[in-house]
């Protein structure tokens, strides 16, 4: 039998966390793929700029904006410096 495609699209979530007192960050979670353990540190970087970048869509205040727009700066960076 030959499965085409059994793997999401998005491979990585993105939500925020923290009190709106403290400073808020993001945190991720992988959803269930079969190679998640065969990814560079490029692909990883990838996966959270485009979970960011989703999560942009959806904000619940314009702190979660902030944060996670801050967020997508710093994996940019991250993604300059290690290439």
């Known amino acids: 039998m030959n499965i085409a495609h059994t793997e999401e699209d998005f491979d990585m979530i993105a939500k925020t966390c923290g009190c709106k007192d403290r400073k808020r960050k993001v945190t991720y979670s992988f959803v269930d793929s079969y190679h998640s353990l ?46």
Request: hydrophobic share 35%; glycine share 0%.
């Open 38 to 83: 065969c990814r560079d540190k490029k692909d990883i970087i990838l996966s959270e700029i485009q979970a960011c970048e989703i999560l942009l869509k959806y904000p619940r205040d314009e702190n979660d904006t902030i944060t996670v727009e801050n967020e997508i700066a710093e994996l940019r960076l991250a993604l300059d410096l290690s290439q």
